[in-house]
């Protein structure tokens, strides 16, 4: 892993954390997505994560369950720029106040209890398009600060709401990239081993395509990561869950910061050296499907609502 690579975890990771901008904190909600959506583009998507995840802290604390934090009030103006990472943070948020109480001895009705009441909130305060994205979080939160309770969270996922196992376990991949042992030249391999071996088989390509999620958000200026992560693959299904993960990634962006310069010059960049395969892999599989993504899938996935389906693995050759 480079100095680059890993300055670009701990930012986001503090950035994050920090409840995005404290510059900002005094102001109403409008304002500061304001703020935040004037901000540097690499600087913005984690300054809004990081706005959303505090006020759900806040609101939880304050003692009545929160309702509406992005559908109600002031919240009803947001922007839809700001939608994808808002819904981020507010998962994040919650997941922040309910799991940490359990641990791997707690009873299984308390871990299911925090599970109901971690989906309750994410439905009573989402827009219904973005409320895949706000779920998937749990598995991001979980998998980097609970992970003993990753076989009951999922094991309760397929009782009570199993159309959000996919998303959690695209979250967990997300988590994986964010382990503090894989600073260390390797990570990437050692990250993707993981994402084969501890999901079930049927969320092995969510989990991978969530590494690729992030590893392509957290290094948009920087695609070398990325390119080592696609050297690492094997196999079609590999790939495609790389390209699944690049393209929601793309999709993030561009609705949130649709003037990055940063986005152009990722999809023009290329492998250097003389490794023909990774070059025809990254064009097949990263530069080709994201050029085709923007202008093509990104408005018919708006109109239609749908921008959170990718936060789970989608196979891009069957739309």
């Known amino acids: ?85 808002l819904h981020s943070g507010m998962g994040l948020g919650f997941a922040s106040c309910l799991l940490p109480p359990l641990h791997a001895g707690s009873p299984a009705a308390a871990t299911q209890a925090a599970l109901t009441e971690f989906l309750d909130l994410c439905a009573a305060s989402s827009r219904p398009a973005y409320l895949p994205v706000a779920s998937e979080a749990l598995g991001l939160f979980a998998r980097v600060f609970r992970p003993r309770l990753i076989a009951a969270l999922d094991a309760g996922l397929r009782r009570i709401a199993p159309e959000r196992a996919a998303g959690f376990w695209h979250g967990v991949g997300r988590a994986l990239y964010f382990r503090s042992v894989d600073l260390l030249p390797g990570s990437l391999a050692r990250t993707l081993g993981r994402c084969r071996r501890e999901p079930p088989a049927a969320n092995r390509l969510d989990a991978l395509a969530g590494l690729a999620f992030v590893v392509a958000m957290i290094n948009l200026g920087h695609p070398r990561p990325l390119a080592g992560l696609l050297a690492e693959v094997v196999g079609e299904e590999e790939a495609a869950a790389v390209t699944s993960g690049v393209v929601g990634c793309l999709l993030a962006r561009h609705h949130t910061t649709p003037g990055d310069p940063a986005l152009p010059a990722f999809l023009a960049w290329r492998p250097a050296g003389s490794d023909r395969r990774l070059l025809e892999l990254w064009e097949r599989r990263v530069s080709g499907p994201g050029s085709e993504a923007i202008p093509r899938l990104y408005p018919a996935l708006l109109a239609e609502g749908r921008l959170g389906d990718f936060t789970r693995f989608q196979r891009l050759d069957q739309r």
Do not use: Q
């Open 1 to 85: 892993m480079s100095f680059r690579e890993l300055r670009n975890k701990a930012w986001a990771y503090w950035w994050v954390r920090s409840s995005g901008g404290r510059r900002s904190a005094d102001l109403p909600l409008l304002e500061r997505v304001a703020v935040a959506l004037r901000a540097e583009p690499a600087r913005a998507i984690f300054e809004l994560e990081g706005i959303a995840f505090g006020r759900a802290r806040a609101a939880f604390k304050e003692g009545a369950a929160p309702r509406g934090l992005l559908t109600t009030g002031e919240a009803a103006e947001l922007p839809e720029s700001s939608l994808i990472l």
